[in-house]
């Protein structure tokens, strides 16, 4: 239920587009995403980092395209946020020997002892690969193909990517598991 209300704005934002155009479509997501960080607030009283990184892109980018009547910055969004989630997986790392999907997901997943570090290690590095690779990829749709392309891209493509990365990462992760004894 989570993962569809992350993807709230982008459907409206697919949604906006299809009816109007695309800085209708960008006011739409800038829109939501505030009324889904106020809701996120108004249930819980925190808001995650993830959160408020992306509600600053969404604003700083979305405002861009409107002020300067240039879809080319919402284009940009998903990129600049691809590429700062992959830089600040690596720098963390491999300079602060800080796991951040370890933190993320350690709670929920127990790993063998004696292959664990050597796991989330590699997790870690698989996570920024594709977010590396999504960034480049947002790139090459944006401007190699309509915006039509592009913005189904936005709600189809990466979302398909990002579950089939998902569900890869459960399959391997499942050999590295501990598993309770029966």
């Known amino acids: 239920m989570k993962f569809l209300f992350d993807l709230f704005p982008i459907i409206l934002f697919f949604v ?12 739409v997501a800038m829109v939501a995403t505030i009324g889904q960080i106020l809701w996120v607030y108004y249930r819980h009283r925190k808001i995650d980092a993830m959160q408020w990184i992306s509600l600053v892109m969404i604003v700083v980018f979305g405002s861009l395209t409107i002020f300067l009547h240039d879809k080319t910055f919402i284009q940009l969004k998903p990129t600049a946020l691809y590429w ?29 002892e004696k292959s664990a570090h050597s796991v989330w290690h590699q997790l870690n590095m698989a996570w920024s690969a594709f977010f590396f690779v999504m960034g480049a990829l947002n790139l090459y749709i944006a401007f190699e193909f309509s915006e039509e392309t592009w913005v189904n891209f936005k709600l189809f493509g990466s979302t398909g990517l990002l579950l089939l990365f998902v569900i ?15």
Request: proline share 2%; charged share 15%.
């Open 16 to 27: 906006a587009f299809k009816l109007a155009d695309i800085y209708t479509a960008t006011i």
């Open 84 to 112: 700062l989630f992959s830089g600040a997986l690596f720098i963390s790392a491999q300079f602060f020997q800080k796991n951040w999907i370890q933190v993320l997901m350690g709670k929920q997943v127990t790993l063998k």
């Open 168 to 182: 890869i990462q459960g399959v391997w992760l499942t050999k590295h598991m501990e598993h309770p004894s029966e």
